[in-house]
């Protein structure tokens, strides 16, 4: 049972995402575009953010790297429709805790989660 | 599934196609004749197999995933530049760059009914259209680099001949203000005279280069010493050479070396190599030119070198371009067009020799080599133009023909000068009206005249009894063969061609028999 | 025709996935990232399109065309600048292809293109909403916008209503506008809504794509 802030400019995705978390038992926090996600991040003090890669006003790697700035130790999994490999490799350049490819489904997105809060750093 | 099996055997009866057919699980049903013959496999051995292992590299260029989508239903087309070629084969036109057959290929489903039953493949060869395209291609790149070097020379060209105008403007000026036998009109006249010297050498130059590239230069085939041409155009060259601290060496036994051309061409080919050489030297270098006789291969071998700045490998290569030698800020520096090689090059081999040039890098000098066959005839004395005689004094009658009033003008006031009596006519029909008054000896008549062109000129006199013995001189600025034939089928005695050199000119009147009826 | 705010955000959420696979096939075929920029979704009457279309071409289009039939049946348009579609061709080629218009070997490039964006996009569609399309050979024409809105629109009934993408890519450091247009009939326009709606609620309700 975790706090989580899901970040997407789809509706549905947020809806969908909400709707798996919720049953398996966590608390969920949402936002859709970067200004506002950042924003969340501070006020609600997630443990972890499910991360969408496009969005129309700021991509998913710069909320990253905003949050990461102030908070090195945030907890960030990127979920995208965006299949190609470099962008795998950006995600995990940038400090990303994990990467789930959409369309979304509860066994890969809820494993994704319980492996980037089990690595707590030492 | 019947009407399927038909589908596909009438598109092998095309006979222009691979047609590959395999099941749901992608294991091959069908390998057409096509395919036989360009992959080598034939069908017995590949029915039955599995595509990615009889093609395993399908897997590891990403196109299985093709194979896939046309089993979900979709179909796909490959193209041929993205893959070049579904299926490795030997290419269908000998081409050096191409190690595959190029292809573009479509996967389809085989549909029965609703459901796919497994796959089907066209492959067509395309080689022969990349070829084409990749020609075209380099062409294009290279017409477009050719465009831009003419424009350069154009550009060029108009500066160097708007550089003289300058200097004859003023010196027009200079002589409507002062006296016309003083020493400043007399300066002036000179500095024009050169001028125009200068100009007028442009455009030989320039009507020399697009002659020969037409093939339209006239040359004289007479026998002529290839030595005394040399040792004459270096003793032309020589003063300019060593005023600008460059020493000029001939190395050459006096025997003579007998080819056959146009002596004055010949000397234009040693001239501008020299010209070359020593526009490319510095002060204190030296210019050598060597004359080998070799009676076994029947040639003679001239070289000129230099140890001047010589050239790279680039410039080597097109050193004979007359286009690409605008490029050369050091040439536009020199002043002129660079047309020099270029020309020497066409009249060269329009002897039947050849013209070579080598250089060990830059400066490390250059070296230009002449071979032309040797002629067995005997050289014929002195080739040079006499001037001729005065003209007589009961002066000769000469009517001049020429649309163009400022040549008519002209020539009339030189003829004039030379003792003859002139006149002048604008139009052909102009000019038979005053040939029948006038009742001239010699008619100079220019071919392209607006209404009745020359010829018809030339006809009508010779039709008519009172103008029929005049001695008929056409002036054009053609001068090819073709050109020659139909000024003499007109009745014309002489044909010379524009700009016709005074000299030339003074010389042909006076070589024309007087009055008693020549018909 | 009404379409409820559940569907619009699935259709959006659907067209943001399958053209995302859409870019990484591109992708794999031309060896360089694809950037993709959140495509524009929106619905209208066949007769509206131009308005909409307009928004990403304009004047000489290269349009690739494709007729899928089953359940859901109609016509699927990938439209591009007649520049643009010049321009990628450069692009993906190397300059290998004649650049002065579309000769015989770019055609074919910004057919397969084409085909690529629409076949994944309907792939996806097959997928999620458990529906089959099937795909015919792609065509490719070059006309004037107007022109190819007109036949679109005389070819079609009036009561059809075309889906619009309007998609930007970038590639290479180049920025490639294109519209990709789906028509359907009535009866093929509401089954597809239908499953439309069947696959939000299956992913409401956690567990829709197994």
Known sequence: MSKILVVDDSNLARRATRAILEAAGHEVSDAQDGLAAIERYFLDKPELVLLDVTMRDM???????????????ARIVFVTADVQSSTREMAVAGGASGFVVKPVSSGPLLDAIAEALSGRPA | MQSNKAFIENLDRLGAWGVITTDTKLFVTGWNRWLEQR??????????????????DL??????????????????????????????????????????????????????????????????????????????????????????????????????????????????????????????????????????????????????????????????????DLTSIVRDVIEDYRPLVEKSGIRLVIDSTPERAIVRGDGVRLAQVVGNLLNNAAKFTNAGGEIRVTREINRKAKTVVVRVSDTGIGMSRETLSRVFDSFAQADSSLDRSKGGLG????????????????????????????????????????????????????????????LVIEDNPDMGLSMQMLLT??????????????????????????????????????????????????????????????????????????????????????????????????????? | MIISELQTDAISELINIAFSRSAASLSDLTASRVDLEVP???????????????????????????VFTGPVAGDAFLLMNFDGAVHLVELLTNGEVVSKGLGASAREVVTEIGNIVMNACLGVFGNLLHVRFSFSVPRL????????????????????????VGARFRLRNSEVTGCLVLVLGIASFELFLQEVEAWAERSLRGGANE
């Open chain 3, 40 to 66: 524009e979704v929106s619905v209208h009457p066949i007769a509206n399109i131009t308005a909409a279309l307009h928004r990403f071409v304009k004047g000489d289009v290269a349009t690739v065309h494709q």
């Open chain 2, 339 to 398: 047309l020099g090689l270029s020309l020497a090059k066409g009249l060269t081999n329009l002897h039947g020799g050849s013209i070579e040039a080598a250089s060990n890098g830059p400066d490390m000098g250059s070296m230009f080599t002449l071979v032309f066959p040797l002629s067995e005839s005997e050289v014929r004395e002195n080739t040079t133009v006499v001037d001729g005689q005065e003209p007589a004094k009961h002066s000769k009658r000469v």
């Open chain 1, 59 to 73: 991509d998913g790697l710069e909320v990253l790297q905003r949050i990461r700035s102030v908070d090195p130790e």
């Open chain 2, 39 to 56: 992959s080598g496999k034939p069908a017995g051995e590949v029915l039955g197999r599995h595509i990615f292992e009889l093609y395993p």
């Open chain 2, 417 to 519: 000068h030379l003792g003859y009596r002139v006149e002048l006519a604008a139009s052909g029909t102009e000019g038979l009206d005053a040939a029948r008054q006038f009742q001239p000896q010699i008619v100079l008549c220019d071919i392209g005249l607006p209404g009745r062109n020359g010829y018809e000129v030339a006809r009508a006199l010779r039709a008519d009894p009172d103008t029929q013995q005049a001695y008929l001189i056409a002036q054009s600025g053609y001068g090819a063969d073709d050109d020659l034939r139909k000024s003499h089928d007109a009745g014309f005695d002489l044909h010379l061609t524009k700009p016709v050199d005074f000299t030339e000119l003074k010389r042909v009147l006076s070589a024309v028999p007087g009055d008693p009826a020549r018909r």
């Open chain 3, 141 to 164: 024409s070059l006309d004037d916008l107007g022109v190819m809105v007109n036949s679109l629109i005389v070819d079609s009934n009036p009561m059809q209503h075309a889906l619009v």
């Open chain 2, 59 to 224: 897997t590891s260029r990403g196109i299985d995933r093709y194979f896939r989508e046309a089993l979900e239903g979709r179909d796909c087309l490959l193209s041929q530049r993205f893959h070049k070629f579904l299926l490795p084969m030997p290419p269908s036109v000998s081409c050096t760059s191409l190690m595959h057959m190029q292809q573009t290929a479509r996967l389809m489903p085989l549909m029965d009914d609703e459901t796919v039953s497994g796959t089907l493949t066209l492959i067509e060869d395309v080689t022969e259209r990349i070829v084409t395209e990749d020609e075209l291609r380099k062409q294009a790149e290279r017409l477009e680099e050719a465009g831009r070097h003419k424009d350069d020379f154009l550009a060029m060209l108009a500066h160097e001949l708007r550089n003289p105008l300058g200097p004859i403007r003023n010196g027009l000026h200079v002589l409507e203000l002062v006296p016309g036998d003083s020493t400043e009109a007399r300066q002036t006249r000179a500095m024009m005279a050169r001028q125009v010297g200068h100009m007028a050498r442009i455009v030989d130059d320039l009507l020399d280069v697009s002659r020969i590239a037409r093939g339209k230069v006239r040359l004289r085939h007479e026998p002529c």
